[in-house]
C-alpha cells in the first residue's frame, strides 16, 4: 500500500510580505534578510536581462529569424520569443549561459 501525499496548501504569502518575517524571524533579522535577498534577487534578474540581450544580438547579427534561433539553441520557437521579449522569470541563468555556448559565444565569469 503506498502512503499518500500531503499537497494541501496551508499558508500563502502575500506579494510583498516578508516571507522571513512570516517564518517567525526577529524583526531586524526578517528586514535584514529580506533586504539581502532582494539585493541578490536584483543581481540574478540584471544578468539575465544582459545574457537575453547577448542572445538577441547574436541572432541579429547573423540575421536569424527565431525558427532558425531555436534549432541552433536547440530549443523551441516559444523559448526562442521568450529571450526575446526578456521573460526572465522562464529561465535560469544556466539555461541562457547554455543557450549563448550553443550560439557560439562563452561565457565567463568573473568574480570581485
Known amino acids: 500500500m503506498s502512503k499518500k501525499i500531503d499537497t494541501e496548501v496551508r499558508h500563502v504569502t502575500k506579494p510583498g510580505a516578508n516571507l522571513f518575517a512570516e517564518l517567525g524571524f526577529a524583526p531586524e533579522l526578517a528586514s535584514r534578510y529580506q533586504a539581502e535577498s532582494q539585493v541578490a534577487i536584483d543581481h540574478a534578474l540584471e544578468l539575465k536581462v544582459q545574457l537575453m540581450g547577448e542572445l538577441v544580438g547574436w541572432m541579429k547579427a547573423q540575421g536569424l529569424k527565431q525558427a532558425e534561433a531555436a534549432e541552433i ?10 529571450v526575446v521579449n526578456r521573460k526572465t522569470s522562464k529561465f535560469t541563468l544556466d539555461a541562457l549561459v547554455d543557450m549563448l555556448v550553443r550560439a557560439g559565444k562563452p561565457v565567463h565569469i568573473v568574480v570581485g
Do not use: E, H, I
Open 73 to 82: 539553441l536547440n530549443v523551441t520557437r516559444p523559448r526562442v520569443s521568450d
